[in-house]
């Protein structure tokens, strides 16, 4: 069982940046990759990045590529995502999600764990 908390969520102005941080209870931590997912309003819920258990491997969809850097350290249990150039098309709820499966999906019908969520608000 993992118990995951996200935080560092908040309202930024275009252009800005936020760290989000993902929490994680449970000594197998390290054996999960990790995902971060946002959902905007009346939106279906968006892959962000995806890394692997080790953090050799890293994914993002285009619409993130180049603004957002997942990363996560396996001694602390916790993933981050760093969010830079940020766009008013970035607000949404972002969560973080953990899978026992061999590496990350952008399915969400795939992860086992999910955090309650953070809200981000880019404004114009």
């Known amino acids: 069982q993992v118990q995951l908390v996200e935080s560092g969520g908040g309202l930024v102005q275009a252009g800005g940046s936020l760290r989000l941080s993902c929490a994680a209870s449970g000594r197998t931590f390290s054996s999960y990759a990790m995902a971060w997912f946002r959902q905007a309003p009346g939106k279906e819920r968006e892959f962000v990045s995806g890394i692997s258990w080790s953090g050799g491997r890293t994914y993002y969809p285009d619409s993130v590529k180049g603004r957002f850097t997942i990363s996560r350290d396996n001694a602390k249990n916790t993933v981050y995502l760093q969010m830079n150039s940020l766009k008013p098309e970035d607000t949404a709820v972002y969560y973080c999600?953990?899978?026992?499966?061999?590496?990350?999906?952008?399915?969400?019908?795939?992860?086992?764990?999910w955090g309650q969520g953070t809200q981000v608000t880019v404004s114009s």
């Open positions: 999600a953990a899978t026992t499966l061999a590496s990350y999906s952008s399915d969400y019908g795939r992860y086992d764990y």
